[in-house]
Structures are given as C-alpha cells and as structure tokens.
C-alpha cells in the first residue's frame, strides 16, 4: 500500500511563497508520474501540475510561470514550489501518484489572503 503525505500548507498573503512537499512510501517512487492537483470551496478538483518519471514537467495556465514542480528520487518526495501566490490559488492540495492505480494524498490547505 502507497501511502502520501503533504505538508508546506498554510497561511501567505499574497504576492508570497509558498512549498509543498509529499512523502511517499513505497521503493518504487522514481518510475512514476507525480501530480499536484487543488480543490477550492464549490468548485472541482483540479489539475495543476505534473512531473513525469523522466522529470518532464507540465502546468496548469494558471499556474505557469509561478509553480515549479520538482522531484527527489532518493527521498520519495515531489515538491510544489509556488511564487506569487494569489488569493484565487486558496484551495486544498493533493498530491497524486500515477500508473495503473492512483494513489492520493490527504490534502494540505493552502490560503491566500489579499
């Protein structure tokens, strides 16, 4: 069983910083695709970006040119690192690995005041 854990959430005004970090368990992290997905108050969970096992990285519109997604193979971890932060990037995020079955983390909550 994979299990993910986020954590970096937490309280920024806007204009600010913000990194996320997921641990994953499991000895097979580098062959995987990792994403980070958000869920705002009423609306759908989202897509916001993704590094693929060959480190090839894709974002969201709203989100390039302000998150970089990296990962670290020798320690099981994908990393969201977010500059000017807005208030409308206020959500919940995920951590997601992919492959034949996905596994989700339990969300860390990120807020953005204005």
């Known amino acids: 069983q994979v299990q993910l854990v986020e954590s970096g959430g937490g309280l920024v005004q806007a204009g600010g910083s913000l990194r996320l970090s997921c641990a994953a368990s499991g000895r097979t992290f580098s062959n995987y695709a990792m994403s980070w997905y958000r869920q705002a108050p009423g609306k759908e969970r989202e897509l916001v970006a993704t590094i693929t096992a060959g480190n090839r990285q894709n974002y969201a519109e709203s989100v390039k040119g302000r998150f970089t997604i990296s990962r670290d193979n020798a320690k099981n971890t994908v990393y969201l690192q977010m500059n000017s932060l807005k208030p409308e990037d206020t959500a919940v995020y995920y951590c997601?690995?992919?492959?034949?079955?996905?596994?989700w983390g339990q969300g860390t909550q990120v807020t953005v005041s204005s």
């Open positions: 997601k690995r992919g492959g034949l079955v996905f596994y």
